[in-house]
């Protein structure tokens, strides 16, 4: 039997994509899912399909810029199912082509709430009810590549996803000595519709026809990003890819093998820029001095 059997997972933006190739995969090793979800018809079809596959499911329309909706997702999963062990923070927009200064306010704060903020109280509301039982469990953040480095045209997305790479390091280290384990999955592209995040754009954002993908629409890159997304890795690996990840512990779970350089090259930036810091005399006084604030 596996870890994960009998235990309880929630998924933000469980109704398709990335959060329902988790749910499924989290599902086929014995998990009861939890699905939260803005898109209520998406959502029902992919109820429909756990079930028709023998998992145990409860979907909860939901928004993950809403506080008090994910009170009301624990209240009802913890009445459906006793208990909550994982929390997979996925629900995420895109926003994409636009530079600095075209790109609007509104599209960073939709962006900014729903990847970043969203992530934020999903994880003061679960966490909690992780920690009560004391069996331990699992924190998974759906950031992306964007995380491991700073896309052209994309500084709001780039943004949110770089911050989901630093929390997750932050709560891996404070979760820990509560046996809670977490995980940060950065995939490149996956055939999704997230090109198509606007659909389910908020009325306080805009709605849904106001927004960059919209702005951009027509233009090469946007037909560019939709030719990267529609040959991108087939979903259905990823969820997988994420249990393989889990059960071996670890803290970054890659999807895109490929995409090594890209890490390599900013690490090497950034070690160059340390070594030309330890040349300057202007800080030849701190050079010794202890590290204070991180852990090994
Ligand atoms: N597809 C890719 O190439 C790719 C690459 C890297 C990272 N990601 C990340 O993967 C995650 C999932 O994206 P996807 O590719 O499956 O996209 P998708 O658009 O197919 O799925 C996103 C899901 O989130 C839901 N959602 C959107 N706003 C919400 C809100 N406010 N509250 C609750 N649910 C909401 C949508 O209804 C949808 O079901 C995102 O965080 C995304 O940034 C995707």
New binding site residues.
Partial sequence: MSNFAGKTVVV??????????IAQAMGRQGMSVVL????AA??EL?RQQLEAQGIDVLACV?????VEQWAEVAEQAVARFGKVHMLV??????AIGESIERSNIEDWRWVV???LM?IVYGTQTMIPLIKQHGEGGWLVN?????GMGGVPFAGA?TA??VA?VGMSESWHAELQPHNIQVSV?????????????S????AEYGGENDDAADSAKGSAMAAHMQK??DN??A?EIVGERVVEALVANELYIFTHPNYRSVVQKRFQAIDAAFERAAASPLLAGVLNEDVVGFTD
């Fill in positions: 933000s933006g469980g109704a398709e994509g990335i959060g329902l190739s939260g979800d803005i898109d998406q959502l992919a939901m928004d993950v810029t809403r923070n996925n629900a995420g927009v895109g709430d729903v990847n969203g759906v950031a992306s590549m964007a997305y949110t996803k989901v999955l950065c995939p490149a592209f996956v055939k999704t519709r997230i090109n198509l995040s659909r389910n754009r908020q990267v997304i991108g890795l979903v």
